[in-house]
C-alpha cells in the first residue's frame, strides 16, 4: 500500500507562482509513475502532469504547459508541481497519484494510489 500526503496548496494572486510537493511511502518510488490531477465542484478530475517511473519522461496537459513544471526527487520520495503564471481558472483541489503499473500517465484510472488533494486558489 503506498500513502501519498500532498503539501504547498494555498492563496495567491493571478500571475502568482505556488509549489506543491507530494510524499510517497510504503513502496521504492522509483518503481511509481507519478501524476498531478486537478477537480473543481461538478466536473470530473482532469489530468494537469505526469512524470515516468523510469526517464523522468514528463507530460502535460495543454492548459498548463510552459507554465507548470513537475519534478522528481527520488531520493526524497517527492513529486513537485512547480506552478507558474497562475490564472483564475487554475484554481481547483490538486491530487497526487501514483501508478504502480501503467505508463499511460494522462489516465486518472491509470492511477493506484491517491492523495486527499491540497486546494489551490487563484485569485483575479
Known amino acids: 500500500q503506498v500513502q501519498l500526503q500532498e503539501s504547498g496548496g494555498g492563496l495567491v494572486q493571478a500571475g502568482g507562482s505556488l509549489q506543491l510537493s507530494c510524499t510517497a511511502s510504503?513502496?521504492?518510488?522509483?518503481?511509481?509513475?507519478m501524476g498531478w490531477f486537478r477537480q473543481t465542484p461538478g466536473k470530473e478530475r482532469e489530468f494537469v502532469a505526469g512524470?515516468?517511473?523510469?526517464?523522468?519522461?514528463?507530460y502535460y496537459a495543454d492548459s498548463v504547459k510552459g507554465r507548470f513544471t513537475i519534478s522528481r526527487d527520488n531520493a526524497k520520495n517527492t513529486v513537485y508541481l512547480q506552478m507558474t503564471v497562475l490564472k483564475p481558472e487554475d484554481t481547483a483541489v490538486y491530487y497526487c497519484?501514483?501508478?504502480?503499473?501503467?505508463?499511460?500517465?494522462?489516465?486518472?484510472?491509470?492511477?493506484?494510489?491517491w492523495g486527499q488533494g491540497t486546494q489551490v486558489t487563484v485569485s483575479s
Open positions: 497519484a501514483a501508478a504502480g503499473g501503467s505508463s499511460d500517465y494522462q489516465r486518472a484510472i491509470e492511477y493506484d494510489y
Open positions: 512524470i515516468s517511473r523510469s526517464y523522468g519522461r514528463t
Open positions: 510504503g513502496r521504492t518510488f522509483s518503481t511509481l509513475g
